[in-house]
């Protein structure tokens, strides 16, 4: 029985949900106890011996105000009379009650108090404001299984959010009362990003909760030392992150040089690698690229014709840009770099990168760039330090007077997707063998860009995400600013099945690629062999089949080392 009571689903219901069912419970006990008294005054006071069915009836016709004829004429006592009056008036009163709370919010636009939708919250996480596309994090946030409150100060943003299913309120974070609507006294961390109003939040957050964990955003990684300095314990930098992502890929399509690679253990290492111009792999099919044999690393996914192939198809065909994502040794990867690398010696021309708007992303991109010894050309709206042409990046003659034509890359790293979507048309039109990396500010407009032209792009919000989940969780993630994602979990779910009886790939899309076990180096897949359910493995995918991975198996990311 006991067992059976654990498989049970937890039910969480709302203020507004519990209200509700308060009233129901309520009104079922009052007419009951409507019922007994009255049978019992009957028989008591009027000598009326009748069956609880009728004194039932009396009771709703009663209490309802549909009439009660049938039993007037056998009231005498002035007990009866006081009864049955007082039962009208708390049928009339429960009738507008029932108006107010239950009728007139289901079938009107009456004003509703989000508040009254949030479930009892402990141990979660408090979001304030958000400006990233809040829904790409709150799905992250609800797929993983992270209680969270989101505070905004839009009220139609908020409604919005909330008739969608997620857990927000209306108010300012500079307030307290909006933080103990969210019930700050249980949460376990508070993620903040309100823009110039970062500094404001942390200080009201700390004037409540000294030992509660601040996670801010700023688009400006200048601002991380003042923001840590008023109480923030971690400063997140997406902008810059994805910048110094885009120029890393830049860089390793150039110059054949891995980079952002994650270290699983001992021996093994997980890389993306961009196929460049001149590689001896390009035109070929997977399946003759002798990879392998050749290098000793696997290829557990690719990047072709913006589509990921987890693993890629063997009759797949490499072609310029094409992103690898290798597995093996850091000798095997190093081994797989100089095995790509571009035939014959790059000329300088060759090796000239475009960078297209010049804020927090297009900085470190030319850090990275410059560090690495290419040559860079920068454009930007308006004019400043280090900003080579002046123009929009949206138009031809712009694109032009940067020498786009004669580039091997170009960055986009435009704030407005619109603008970004043009000018990554535009700069394959300019030049059709150019490698252009896109920056985009909305999820949606990343297949947009892949189907414009560009051959890498990258989400501010999904790098947002991921950057706030590693932060939250302690998950492993091949870089945040990758178009892949790869974490580590416990293989429990999988006891005593192999990797193909799991279905893994064929109900989520994802690929183990590694096991570990009893504090042994992480080893390859042995197909055949069952789990026993206490190693970890390492999963690799997109964002979208990894959440469904960690909600079809349920199971918790693993902590780093852990």
Known sequence: MARFRNQLPE?????????????????????????????????????????????????VQTMTTTGYGQDAGSWSHPAMFLFVASAQLSGIAIGFFTLRLIIIP??????????????????????CEYRRDSEVLLEELRELGVEYVLISSDEEAAHDLSDDGYAVIHGSPQRVEAFERASIGTARAVITDADDANVNTILTVRSIREDINIITLTDDSGLQGVLKTTGADSVLSPHGVLGHGLAQKAVSSLNAELTDTIDLGPGMEVGEFSVPRGSRLLGKQVRESRIREETGVTIIGAWIDGELQLPPKPDAVIRQNTVLVVSGALEELESFSEFARAVGSATAESNRVVIAGYGEV??????????????????????????????????????????????????????????????TVLARSLNPDIEVLTRVSNTESTEKALSAGADYVLSVARVSARMVAKELRGEDVLAPASQIRLVRVPAAPLAGKTIAESGIYEQTGCRVIAVESDGEPPTNIDPTRPFTGEERITIVGTDESVQQFLKRFDVTPAENGG
């Open 11 to 59: 039910i969480e219901l709302t203020r507004r949900d519990r209200l509700i069912l308060y009233y129901v419970l309520g009104l079922m006990g009052l007419v009951l106890s409507y019922t007994l008294t009255y049978n019992y005054l009957m028989w008591w006071l009027e000598g009326i011996d009748q069956s609880l069915f009728a004194s039932f009836e009396f009771v």
């Open 106 to 127: 289901l079938f009107t636009d009456a004003e509703v108090n989000l508040d009254d939708r949030l479930t009892p919250k402990s141990d979660h996480v408090i979001i």
């Open 362 to 423: 297009g900085q470190a991109a030319r850090a990275v760039a410059i560090d690495a010894g290419l040559d860079v050309t920068t454009i930007d709206e308006h004019e400043g330090e280090n900003v080579d042409v002046v123009g929009d990046a949206a138009s031809k003659e712009t694109l032009r007077a940067a020498g786009v034509e004669s580039a091997s890359a170009v960055i986009l790293g435009l704030p407005d997707d619109s603008s970004a979507l043009l000018a």
